[in-house]
């Protein structure tokens, strides 16, 4: 058994900067990917970033270049650095992870609300 941990969400002004945390614990950290995803009210969670076991990193396009996935696995935590915010990456953030390449994302964290004030 897995449980993903999120932490590090908050209020920050447009322009600010937060860093979003995931610890893993339980058994197996063997993940193909992890992943930080969102979902702002009334629309669907969307892929920010994720990164693969082999260090292939993607993101959204309106994240690029603000946005910083990166991973300590001596720590099992993965981060996501948030630079720049706008009032549209306001959202609750949740990390994911993919046991394998042909799989989807089967584990969840519960979720951490960033708000970005304009």
């Known amino acids: 058994q897995v449980q993903l941990v999120e932490s590090g969400g908050g209020l920050v002004q447009t322009g600010g900067s937060l860093r979003l945390s995931c610890a893993a614990s339980?058994?197996?950290?063997?993940?193909?990917?992890m992943g930080w995803f969102r979902q702002a009210p009334g629309k669907q969670r969307e892929l920010v970033a994720s990164k693969t076991s082999g260090g292939t990193t993607n993101y959204a396009d309106s994240v690029k270049g603000r946005f910083t996935f990166s991973r300590d696995n001596a720590k099992n935590t993965v981060y996501l650095q948030m630079d720049s915010l706008k009032p549209e990456d306001t959202a609750v953030y949740y990390c994911?992870?993919?046991?394998?390449?042909?799989?989807?994302?089967?584990?969840w964290g519960q979720g951490t609300q960033v708000t970005v004030s304009s």
């Open positions: 339980g058994s197996d950290f063997s993940f193909y990917a």
């Open positions: 994911g992870a993919q046991r394998r390449p042909w799989g989807s994302f089967g584990y």
